[in-house]
């Protein structure tokens, strides 16, 4: 009866090891192929050495320090309106 009960609990607890391995495995790989390409999530995970945070360039600490300029700004197009000078 205490082998019986000592073999159940040896299966809950390796079925459980299994699971939990195989869960860190899939988000390691899931992590390498797709989730560390979005930096949101790199910095919600605090990782700073992925090979995408090193290739980005570094701003400077006056650029961080200025606020950001706009490039071109669009004016609304104003249409012109030809008149007839036969009329």
């Known amino acids: 009866m205490w082998q ?3 073999l159940t609990v ?3 607890i390796a079925t459980l090891i299994c699971v939990l391995l ?3 495995f899939g988000w390691y790989v899931v992590w390498q192929l797709f989730l560390s390409k979005f930096k949101f999530l790199r910095e919600l995970v605090g990782d700073t050495g992925s ?3 090193e290739t980005e360039p570094s701003e400077s600490d006056s650029e961080r320090s200025s606020p950001p300029t706009p490039r071109h700004k669009h004016k609304p197009r104003q249409r012109v309106v030809l008149q ?3 009329s």
Do not use: H, K, N
């Open 4 to 6: 019986s009960i000592g």
């Open 10 to 12: 040896l299966v809950i």
């Open 22 to 24: 195989f869960m860190v």
């Open 51 to 53: 090979p995408q945070a």
């Open 84 to 86: 007839d000078a036969t």
